[in-house]
C-alpha cells in the first residue's frame, strides 16, 4: 500500500496541531463533515498498523484521506460523474505491467489491496480533475475555450529543414550566406552534422514534444512570412531553421446519439419502488423529483440535460439509453449512488467534429493540468503524478488557486481532527 497510495493527490498539507499520535487508541482520526476517517484507512494507506506510525508520515496521510473525502462529498454535490471507461483505463495500464493475471492478483495480495481499492483510487483521481475544471480553472481565468484552444495548437505539426554545427561562430556565418541568398538545402547537405544533413536538412513534419524545447520554440515560432530563424543553442550545439510549412490536426465528423432523461435517486430499493409506483399511477414524475430526488438535479425537476453514451455509469447508461418514447420508464436501477427511477425524454443525434489526437491530447493534458494523470512504475503497482502542464500555459497559478479552493472547502465542510 506504501507504493499505491504514496502519490497523495496535490495541495497544500495542512499539519495537525502536537507532534504525537494516539491513533491505536482511538478509532476515528477525523471527521469530515458527518463522515469519519478511521485508524483502519488510516494503517491501510500507510500499510502498517497506527501504533508504527511516525508523526510526520502520519500527518501526510491523514491530509490525504482527508482530502480524498471532501473530493467525494463536493463531487456528489456538484452532480459529478466519472466515466466508467475512464476507471478501466487505469486499471488496465497497471495490468499491462504483469505478465498475465496471476502476476497481476499476486501484486494486490502482496500489497494488502483489492481491485475494488485501485478503483475506489481512480474514481478520487478522476473526481478530482472534474472539479479542477468545474471550481478551480475559473479563478485563475482558464476557460474551457482556452483549454480547447491550447490542446488544438498543441495539435498543429510543423515542417522544417534545419542546419546543426558545432560553434555559434560557425552558426553565424552560415546564416549570413543564407541571408544573403545561399540554397538553405544546399547549405544544410554541405556543413550539416545532423543525419539530415542527406536530405537537405530536412525534418519532415514533426509535433509537440519530438524536438528539445529550445528547437521546438523556435520551430513553432516560424511562419511562411518569417520562415528563417535567428542561431538556435541546444544541447546538440548550434542550429538555423527554415520553417516549411505546418499542418493541424486531422478532424472528421461523425455522429453522436444523445439522450436527455429526468431521473429521481433514492437510498433505499424501497423507497423507489414505493415513488414507482406512484408515477406508474399517474403522479407527476417531476414533481416526485423535486420532493424525493436526492441529486442536484431535483431543482429541475430530475432533468439532466442531454448527455451521451459513456458520461454516466454503466448501469445508468445502460438503462437510460435502453429507453424510448414507447417505453419512456425504467425500474428501480441500482448503482453506487443509490437507486435510481429514469423517465425518458428526447432523444437526437448530433454531428461533430473529432480530431483523436486533438481528444489524446485532451486526455493527456488534462490530467496533468490536475497532477492527477496515471502511470505505472517500478516492479509494484504504483500509481504516480505525471509531471504539471506546460510551465507556458499556467505556470503555479492552478497550484495556489486549487490550495485556496480546498481550505475554503475544508472550512465550509467542517473538519475535525481526533
Known amino acids: 500500500m506504501q507504493n499505491l497510495f504514496a502519490a497523495t493527490v496535490a495541495g497544500a498539507a495542512v499539519l495537525i496541531c ?7 487508541q482511538s478509532t476515528t482520526v477525523a471527521t469530515v463533515g458527518s463522515s469519519t476517517i478511521t485508524t483502519a484507512q ?17 500527518r501526510i496521510a491523514v491530509e490525504g484521506l482527508i482530502e480524498d473525502e471532501i473530493i467525494r462529498q463536493e463531487a456528489t454535490k456538484q452532480g459529478i460523474i466519472v466515466d466508467p471507461k475512464q476507471i478501466d483505463q487505469v486499471v488496465n495500464i ?9 502476476g497481476f492478483e499476486n501484486a494486490m495480495s502482496k500489497e494488502g489491496i483489492t481491485l475494488d481499492d485501485i478503483k475506489e483510487k481512480g474514481q478520487i483521481a478522476f473526481q478530482k480533475v472534474q472539479l479542477m475544471a468545474k471550481c478551480v480553472m475559473p479563478r485563475v481565468g482558464i476557460t474551457q475555450q ?25 552558426a553565424q556565418n552560415l546564416l549570413k550566406q543564407i541571408k544573403e541568398g545561399a540554397d538553405f538545402a544546399e547549405v544544410a547537405s554541405k556543413h550539416s552534422t545532423c ?13 509537440r514534444g519530438q524536438m528539445v524545447r529550445e528547437f521546438e520554440d523556435a520551430a513553432y515560432g516560424l511562419t511562411k512570412e518569417n520562415p528563417l530563424s535567428g542561431v538556435v543553442k541546444t544541447q546538440f550545439g548550434y542550429h538555423i531553421i527554415q520553417f516549411i510549412d505546418r499542418t493541424p490536426a486531422e478532424k472528421k465528423k461523425i455522429e453522436i446519439e444523445q439522450i436527455d432523461v429526468r431521473h429521481i435517486l433514492v437510498k433505499t430499493e424501497e423507497e423507489a419502488n414505493a415513488l414507482l409506483k406512484q408515477i406508474k399511477e399517474g403522479a407527476n414524475f417531476a414533481e416526485l423529483a423535486g420532493k424525493h430526488s436526492t441529486c442536484p438535479s431535483r431543482t429541475k425537476g430530475g432533468d439532466l440535460g442531454f448527455f451521451e453514451r459513456g ?3 454503466k448501469e445508468f447508461d445502460e438503462a437510460a439509453f435502453n429507453l424510448t418514447k414507447e417505453n419512456s420508464l425504467s425500474g428501480a436501477v441500482k448503482t453506487q449512488f443509490g437507486y435510481h427511477i429514469i423517465q425518458f425524454v428526447d432523444k437526437k443525434t448530433e454531428t461533430r ?3 483523436p489526437e486533438i481528444d489524446k491530447i485532451k486526455k493527456d493534458m488534462f490530467g496533468q493540468l490536475m497532477g492527477q494523470g496515471f502511470i505505472v512504475a517500478g516492479e509494484g503497482l504504483q500509481i504516480q503524478i505525471l509531471k ?31
Open 18 to 24: 502536537g507532534t504525537t499520535f494516539a491513533y491505536a
Open 42 to 58: 488510516l494503517e491501510k494507506a500507510m500499510g502498517t498498523t497506527a501504533i508504527n506510525l511516525q508523526a510526520t508520515e502520519t
Open 94 to 102: 497497471i495490468k499491462q505491467r504483469f505478465a498475465d493475471a496471476a
Open 146 to 170: 482556452m483549454f480547447e484552444r491550447f490542446c488544438e495548437d498543441y495539435a498543429v505539426k510543423v515542417h522544417a529543414r534545419h542546419i546543426l554545427v558545432a560553434t555559434e561562430e560557425e
Open 195 to 207: 543525419p539530415s544533413h542527406e536530405r537537405g536538412g530536412d525534418l519532415g513534419f514533426f509535433g
Open 311 to 313: 458520461k454516466m455509469v
Open 353 to 355: 467534429e473529432e480530431s
Open 388 to 418: 504539471p502542464l506546460e510551465e507556458r500555459f499556467i505556470g503555479d497559478s492552478l497550484k495556489i488557486a486549487y490550495d485556496k479552493w480546498m481550505q475554503e472547502t475544508k472550512k465550509r465542510i467542517g473538519v475535525k481532527y481526533n
